[in-house]
């Protein structure tokens, strides 16, 4: 299989024991990697302790003198850094709840590992069995541990690796151009409509003289509130525009999003961040639905030069679809439930949300040959080097955690070398870099560190909540989330939402007293679960004329006519 999402314990487990019975005959004619430490050579700076630098990689340049036989090739692929919806779907109560519901079953790990972000101090060198900063500034840290495998007589090599890329000071960050593409269709009315302009707020808060913006609404037709302009200079218009959308009609997102991404393109600036930012329940049903279109939307002369946030908002908001579309536009993916949630993403993460430090990340592992994959807590990865899964964006101030294990077809596995590779391309200047060091596993390997720990019992909690691991048991987990030290906040949060889960908690009451208290930089000025009417005047169709109560009305049309259509099927 060269490259695949990740898929069912009992498949994958099938598939390491297939691989490895047919693994046993080629192995014994391969040598280990570790018997030829000169069969990795490459054109780059030698370091001090004998790995190979970061620097600019040479176009077309490939891994030449490594022994095919002798390695397996792994590139491992977590998601966007700021892809963190599923952490919040499960705290607003779709997670485990007495039973798994089809929200739970379409949520991923390494969105709750992403949200759940490590304190500094498990960056320390204590912390981890190794780490670097690269010459771009990129902080890489890997941790190992040796355990038993899931397949039986077996052992695994688990291995974390942590990227982050630190906080950018709002005075040294560059300009952002930002492409608002707002859904005001009926059914974003209410609490939705309301959530949305808060966001809008709080991130006009963080706007800085440089920065411009753009505002596109969509119904059932796409509208352009205003082209991009100049924040500084138009602050009091753009904040009454933003504070004033309201919700009606149908839902036609490809044209908003095109029209978005029009502003985006014929704006775009390399020394800025340009990102369309999308505000929608994502349920589109007017116009083209295709996610396949959208992806072309994304790019500027063949590279990846705008990036796409989707913030999904309400409970009952389409989470494949939001997803699949932030996949194709190369960006993130959150949920705002309630205010909480507005104010944490827009307040204290707004600026991890839009700043990019990195593009076209790639973490790419050689291991001995023996090795197989046996679990990963990121979004895909593939086994073959022309079989490649998409690479990803790390975002200033945010971290990437990745936790992979692979079995061991021999003990003797464990006497080789692995080799990390990271390539990645700085925004600020462009050029792809390249981070690559080659450790023998047995420097890697003793107790566990905390940031391995604490990763690992993440990953449990949320294949626990999400179903993946359903005979998982919740106290033991919650216990030892509880026992684990250092404690932080998020570690808190977890062990509290196990419980609330437990207590099949439906909605996101319960999960609001787990919640450490951040401070809400804004108060809205419209009032608690208020309908609001559509009141952008002549143009936008027949919504403009009517009330909220006549709207609620229109969209009750549908479901009255089809019943009194059904009745009179049944008397005829």
Same mark, same amino acid.
């Given at each position: 299989?060269?490259?695949?999402?990740?898929?069912?314990?009992?498949?994958?487990?099938?598939?390491?024991?297939?691989?490895?019975?047919?693994?046993?005959?080629?192995?014994?004619?391969?040598?280990?990697?570790?018997?030829?430490?000169?069969?990795?050579?490459?054109?780059?700076?030698?370091?001090?302790?004998?790995?190979?630098?970061?620097?600019?990689?040479?176009?077309?340049?490939?891994?030449?003198?490594?022994?095919?036989?002798?390695?397996?090739?792994?590139?491992?692929?977590?998601?966007?850094?700021?892809?963190?919806?599923?952490?919040?779907?499960?705290?607003?109560?779709?997670?485990?709840?007495?039973?798994?519901?089809?929200?739970?079953?379409?949520?991923?790990?390494?969105?709750?590992?992403?949200?759940?972000?490590?304190?500094?101090?498990?960056?320390?060198?204590?912390?981890?069995?190794?780490?670097?900063?690269?010459?771009?500034?990129?902080?890489?840290?890997?941790?190992?541990?040796?355990?038993?495998?899931?397949?039986?007589?077996?052992?695994?090599?688990?291995?974390?690796?942590?990227?982050?890329?630190?906080?950018?000071?709002?005075?040294?960050?560059?300009?952002?151009?930002?492409?608002?593409?707002?859904?005001?269709?009926?059914?974003?009315?209410?609490?939705?409509?309301?959530?949305?302009?808060?966001?809008l707020q709080l991130l006009a808060d963080a706007m800085r003289p440089?920065?411009?913006?753009?505002?596109?609404?969509?119904?059932?037709?796409?509208?352009?509130?205003?082209?991009?302009?100049?924040?500084?200079?138009?602050?009091?218009?753009?904040?009454?525009?933003?504070?004033?959308?309201?919700?009606?009609?149908?839902?036609?997102?490809?044209?908003?999003?095109?029209?978005?991404?029009?502003?985006?393109?014929?704006?775009?600036?390399?020394?800025?961040?340009?990102?369309?930012?999308?505000?929608?329940?994502?349920?589109?049903?007017?116009?083209?639905?295709?996610?396949?279109?959208?992806?072309?939307?994304?790019?500027?002369?063949?590279?990846?030069?705008?990036?796409?946030?989707?913030?999904?908002?309400? @409970?009952?908001?389409?989470?494949?679809?939001?997803?699949?579309?932030?996949?194709?536009?190369?960006?993130?993916?959150?949920?705002?439930p309630n205010g909480d949630e507005v104010g944490a993403i827009f307040?204290?993460?707004?600026?991890?949300?839009?700043?990019?430090?990195?593009?076209?990340?790639?973490?790419?592992?050689?291991?001995?040959?023996?090795?197989?994959?046996?679990?990963?807590?990121?979004?895909?990865?593939?086994?073959?080097?022309?079989?490649?899964?998409?690479?990803?964006?790390?975002?200033?101030?945010?971290?990437?955690?990745? !936790?992979?294990?692979?079995?061991?077809?021999?003990?003797?596995?464990?006497?080789?070398?692995?080799?990390?590779?990271?390539?990645?391309?700085?925004?600020?200047?462009?050029?792809?870099?390249?981070?690559?060091?080659?450790?023998?596993?047995?420097?890697?390997?003793?107790?566990?560190?905390?940031?391995?720990?604490?990763?690992?019992?993440?990953?449990?909690?949320?294949?626990?909540?999400?179903?993946?691991?359903?005979?998982?048991?919740?106290?033991?987990?919650?216990?030892?989330?509880?026992?684990?030290?250092?404690?932080?906040?998020?570690?808190?949060?977890?062990?509290?939402?196990?419980?609330?889960?437990?207590?099949?908690?439906?909605?996101?009451?319960?999960?609001?007293?787990?919640?450490?208290?951040?401070?809400?930089? @804004?108060?809205?000025?419209?009032?608690?679960?208020?309908?609001?009417?559509?009141?952008?005047?002549?143009?936008?169709?027949?919504?403009?004329?009517?009330?909220?109560?006549? !709207?609620?009305?229109?969209?009750?049309?549908?479901?009255?006519?089809?019943?009194?259509?059904?009745?009179?099927?049944?008397?005829?």
């Amino acid at each position: 299989m060269p490259s695949s999402k990740i898929i069912s314990a009992p498949w994958l487990t099938a598939g390491i024991l297939l691989a490895l019975s047919a693994s046993c005959a080629e192995a014994a004619m391969e040598a280990a990697p570790g018997d030829n430490p000169d069969n990795f050579e490459r054109s780059k700076r030698a370091a001090p302790d004998g790995g190979l630098d970061a620097g600019e990689a040479d176009a077309g340049e490939e891994d030449a003198g490594v022994q095919p036989g002798a390695w397996a090739w792994f590139q491992l692929s977590p998601d966007d850094s700021t892809s963190m919806a599923s952490a919040q779907l499960l705290k607003a109560g779709m997670g485990y709840s007495g039973g798994y519901s089809y929200q739970a079953l379409s949520l991923h790990a390494h969105e709750v590992i992403n949200y759940y972000d490590p304190p500094a101090a498990l960056r320390e060198p204590a912390a981890l069995a190794a780490s670097w900063t690269t010459e771009g500034e990129l902080f890489v840290g890997v941790d190992a541990d040796r355990r038993a495998a899931t397949v039986p007589d077996f052992e695994a090599l688990e291995l974390l690796v942590h990227l982050y890329a630190p906080e950018v000071a709002v005075e040294d960050r560059r300009p952002w151009n930002l492409h608002l593409c707002v859904d005001v269709s009926g059914s974003m009315m209410g609490e939705k409509i309301q959530f949305t302009r808060e966001a809008l707020q709080l991130l006009a808060d963080a706007m800085r003289p440089g920065d411009k913006i753009s505002l596109t609404a969509f119904e059932s037709v796409a509208h352009e509130v205003f082209a991009t302009k100049d924040f500084a200079a138009n602050e009091e218009e753009i904040r009454a525009a933003l504070a004033g959308i309201d919700a009606c009609g149908s839902t036609n997102m490809i044209e908003g999003l095109a029209l978005a991404y029009q502003h985006a393109q014929e704006s775009y600036d390399p020394q800025a961040v340009n990102r369309v930012i999308l505000f929608s329940d994502g349920n589109a049903n007017v116009g083209d639905t295709a996610v396949a279109r959208f992806a072309a939307l994304t790019r500027i002369n063949n590279q990846e030069g705008i990036y796409l946030s989707g913030v999904g908002v309400g @409970y009952d908001y389409a989470i494949e679809r939001m997803d699949a579309l932030t996949d194709a536009g190369k960006g993130a993916h959150v949920f705002l439930p309630n205010g909480d949630e507005v104010g944490a993403i827009f307040g204290r993460m707004v600026r991890k949300l839009v700043e990019v430090a990195a593009d076209e990340i790639s973490v790419e592992v050689m291991l001995p040959a023996g090795f197989t994959l046996e679990r990963f807590s990121g979004e895909e990865y593939s086994t073959e080097p022309i079989a490649r899964v998409p690479n990803v964006v790390l975002a200033a101030g945010d971290d990437m955690t990745l !936790l992979a294990s692979f079995v061991a077809l021999d003990a003797t596995n464990f006497d080789g070398e692995v080799i990390l590779t990271v390539r990645y391309r700085p925004l600020g200047s462009g050029a792809e870099q390249l981070f690559q060091r080659r450790l023998r596993i047995a420097d890697l390997l003793g107790a566990p560190g905390p940031l391995l720990e604490r990763t690992r019992l993440i990953e449990r909690y949320a294949r626990w909540a999400t179903g993946e691991d359903p005979a998982a048991d919740p106290i033991a987990l919650r216990d030892a989330i509880a026992e684990l030290e250092p404690q932080d906040p998020g570690l808190a949060e977890l062990a509290c939402m196990i419980d609330v889960l437990r207590a099949g908690s439906s909605s996101g009451d319960g999960a609001a007293a787990c919640t450490p208290d951040f401070p809400i930089s @804004y108060d809205g000025p419209w009032g608690e679960g208020e309908d609001f009417e559509c009141s952008y005047g002549e143009g936008f169709g027949v919504c403009s004329a009517l009330p909220a109560a006549a !709207l609620h009305a229109l969209w009750a049309l549908p479901l009255l006519a089809g019943l009194v259509w059904r009745g009179r099927r049944r008397r005829r």
